[in-house]
């Protein structure tokens, strides 16, 4: 069964902390995306990627950073320097050069 | 930048038909039309898109006006899980950049 997940649903963590936010795909996708949505808000791009080993910086790149080693695989973490990490994350994937995405269900992070 | 204006709420009947519009004035021409929904605390789903011609799915129907510079998405007979945030998204076809930009799109109510 394709598809995309994201790991775990809700996260909390303690200020100061760094977090890592699971995303996975099997759709043999090239692209893929992380997004953030803060409450009665679209969504915002974070960091994509097109192809393993590269990714570029989105609208709202600063305190994050990600890595793309497998094409199935594109973890985001939240670094401390994320001024105002609690939002929901949301990671999708496409084929390339193609305007539909797949999103995951979306982790809640919750920093205190 | 979103390039599309959309109204914030809208709600409709159970069994209706529901007709969402969406404003995009500057669309360019190899710039295509795409819709995707978001169920509360989900992640967004793809619903449909197109360029010039009227296109129907399973889900819904889109209809582009000639001039291109609007567009109404239809759900045929809507359900109550039809409710949901309906985004409209400007996106240029052939580019392998893959960015899509959520405005806040409209809130659809569906009552029984």
């Known amino acids: 069964d394709g598809g995309i997940t994201q790991s775990p649903k809700y996260l909390f963590r303690k200020e100061g902390q760094n977090v890592t936010l699971s995303c996975e795909q099997n759709?043999?996708?090239?692209?893929m995306y992380w997004y953030r949505q803060d409450p009665g808000q679209g969504l915002r791009l974070i960091y994509y990627s097109q192809i393993v080993n590269d990714f570029q910086k989105g609208d709202i790149a600063e305190g994050y950073s990600v890595s793309r080693e497998k094409k199935e695989s594109f973890p985001l973490t939240v670094t401390s320097a994320q001024k105002n990490p609690t939002a929901f994350y949301l990671c999708?994937?496409?084929?390339?050069?193609?305007?539909?995405?797949?999103f995951g269900p979306g982790t809640r992070l919750t920093v205190t | 930048d979103a390039k599309t204006t959309q109204p914030p709420s809208m709600d409709c009947a159970e069994g209706r038909a529901a007709n969402l519009p969406c404003n995009h004035s500057?669309?360019?021409?190899?710039?295509?039309v795409y819709w995707y929904r978001q169920i509360h605390s989900q992640g967004p789903q793809y619903i449909i898109h197109g360029l010039k011609n009227n296109e129907t799915n399973e889900m819904a129907s889109l209809i582009i006006t000639e001039d291109r510079k609007s567009s109404t998405l239809i759900l045929p007979h809507a359900t109550l899980r039809d409710t949901a945030v309906y985004y409209c998204i400007v996106f240029e076809g052939g580019s392998t950049l893959g960015r899509l930009y959520f405005g806040r799109g409209t809130q659809l109510t569906v009552w029984p």
């Open positions: 759709l043999n996708h090239d692209a």
């Open positions: 999708a994937s496409s084929t390339l050069g193609e305007g539909e995405q797949y």
């Open positions: 500057t669309i360019s021409g190899n710039e295509y």
